[in-house]
């Protein structure tokens, strides 16, 4: 696919090569729009290019011909930027997280591709975005697809179940007599070995939908199994101390290494990825109340885990139960000391993966 030149101002043919430039990409699934500007916030230039290898080649070659590029502001790195974001990384380009723009800057000044990504280059220059972007590149990403496909299983393996069930208690006497007083797995088991009923009626198509639905059932329990295995060995390999930790397991591991990154150390400080988790204290303070409240912002997922491994201590751990019954004779709340604990659990995983990220062997240089 050519690109396509959407020049917005005149081109700065005077442009120094070296001087520094900023690069700005509004990302979508075909076509990437790219916005030079210089230092100053002045607009140079804006192109698309297609979402390809070679397109990624001619945006960073055009990019570069107007100066000394260092630095680009990419929106959605996490979904449609996430190639080019790899690409710019393995090319030396260190890449910002930008956030579409607000409702009231499009008011003002429209909305175009061409404007929201001189927009996210402007984003980047003016501090407004700071986040750096994931790498994507490395264990955790291979642990995030596989904890992606283990979610939609166990979805639809408890659909399944439910469907079974469900056609379970509307059959015929004889056959849900058969079957009743069994566990989930004996049922599973009975239901997959039932022999098809003669004729086309309701009670043939009773068994014949047990059957289906038992065999779709154990293959995804084992498709669970298989993926709860690689998700272990995947943690084993970045981050073996994460599962050491009292409470956390494969599938809270994940979650938080996922929110991290394959590059934690793009976090500021271990309170930085607390606000990631939504684990952080928000001041809730009016008058004479002086309070903090939950923070309802962050990865609900990682957010999750941290509340997962928290429960775990506290039906195991006498120390935290401890700490709960102090923090509640002192006149907080049990919820409020729950989010005491998980911003204490934020700091514990956040020194783990920098221990992780230190430990782990350099990365061989690509090509």
């Known amino acids: ?51 390809t290898r070679e ?17 680009a502001g990419v929106e959605c790195t ?3 930027g996430a190639a ?21 800057a499009r008011r ?12 996210a280059a402007r984003a980047v220059l003016s501090g407004r975005a700071t986040a750096t972007a994931k790498t994507t590149d490395g264990p955790v990403e291979t642990i995030r697809l596989f ?22 208690v509307a059959a015929e006497p004889a056959l849900r007599e058969s079957l009743a007083g069994l566990s989930n797995p004996k049922l599973i088991r009975r239901c997959s070995q039932l022999r098809p009923a003669p004729g086309t009626g309701p009670q043939a198509a009773s068994r014949h939908t047990l059957r289906l639905l038992a ?23 970045c981050a073996p101390k994460l599962l050491e930790l009292y409470g956390v397991g494969p599938d809270t591991a994940a979650a938080l290494l996922t929110a991290a990154g394959d590059n934690p150390d793009r976090l500021a400080s271990e309170a930085s990825f607390a606000a990631l988790c939504g684990a952080s204290p928000v001041e809730a303070s009016s008058g004479k109340t002086q309070r903090r409240r939950l923070n309802r912002g962050g990865d609900r997922q990682a957010n999750s885990a941290l509340y997962t491994i928290v429960i775990a201590r506290l039906r195991w751990d006498t120390r935290t139960r401890s ?11 049990r919820r409020e000391a729950i989010r005491c604990l998980k911003r204490y659990v934020a700091r514990e995983i956040y020194q783990a993966l920098l221990t992780a990220r230190k430990q782990a062997p350099a990365p061989v240089p690509a090509g």
């Open 108 to 119: 003002r000044h429209g909305k175009s591709d061409s404007i929201d990504a001189a927009a």
């Open 78 to 80: 996490g979904s449609y």
């Open 147 to 168: 904890k992606m496909a283990k979610t939609s299983a166990v979805k639809s393996r408890s659909m399944a179940i439910n469907q079974l069930k469900a056609v379970l």
């Open 215 to 237: 065999k779709r059932i154990l293959h995804l329990t084992e498709e669970i199994n298989d993926l709860t295995a690689r998700i272990s060995t995947a943690i084993d390999a």
């Open 55 to 71: 397109g990624y080649r001619q945006l960073l070659s055009w990019a570069r011909a107007f100066g000394l590029l260092r630095q």
């Open 323 to 333: 700490y709960v019954e102090r923090r509640v004779s002192e006149g907080k709340t």
């Open 1 to 51: 696919m050519p690109s396509m030149t959407q020049q917005s101002h005149p081109r700065h043919d005077t442009t120094d090569q070296h001087e520094q430039v900023l690069l700005g990409v509004d990302t979508h699934k075909d076509v990437h729009v790219a916005a030079v500007i210089t230092s100053t916030g002045f607009l140079l230039d804006t192109r698309s290019f297609p979402t």
């Open 84 to 104: 080019l974001t790899r690409y710019l990384h393995q090319e030396g380009i260190t890449v910002t997280e930008v956030n579409q723009p607000d409702k009231a």
